[in-house]
């Protein structure tokens, strides 16, 4: 007798069984998709995290290069370690204590996982 949500293989067509198996390929895909962004967000994590360490630990007045782009860098100056720019997408910032920043972006990947999976 087959329990709820149990199929049994020896009962199906060739056809069916066909179906099955791409079913089951798109859904490995889309895991190994999720688990891939999960890699990445949690890497990304780790970078910005690192940097607001980093930055924390600069005196005031540093002179350093600011990225606008992956690309293109400008000249300037840290005026206050505590306070960062958080990137909330297209083209909008807030800006937030560093601690504030970490955390949320912590929850935000959290979240993220909890989403995917």
């Known amino acids: 007798m087959a329990t709820p949500g149990r199929i049994e293989l020896d009962k199906l067509s060739v056809e069916q069984l066909k179906g099955l198996k791409e079913q089951t390929d798109l859904e490995v895909n889309l895991l190994q998709d999720s ?7 949690a ?3 780790e ?6 360490q980093d930055l924390s630990l600069r005196p005031h007045g540093k002179k350093m290069l600011v990225p606008l782009t992956a ?6 100056s840290l005026d206050d370690a505590e306070k960062v720019l ?4 297209t083209g909008y910032f807030i ?9 949320g972006r912590t929850s935000s990947a959290a979240s993220m996982c909890f989403t995917l999976v």
């Not at 690309?71 to 300037?76: A, D, E, Q, R, W």
Request: aromatic content about 2%; cysteine-free.
């Open 95 to 103: 800006e937030v204590t560093s601690l504030v920043a970490i955390v």
């Open 86 to 89: 958080v990137d909330v997408g």
């Open 43 to 45: 890497t990304r994590l």
């Open 71 to 76: 690309s293109l860098y400008v000249p300037g």
């Open 35 to 41: 688990l891939n962004k999960i890699r990445t967000a």
């Open 47 to 52: 970078s910005a995290s690192a940097a607001l």
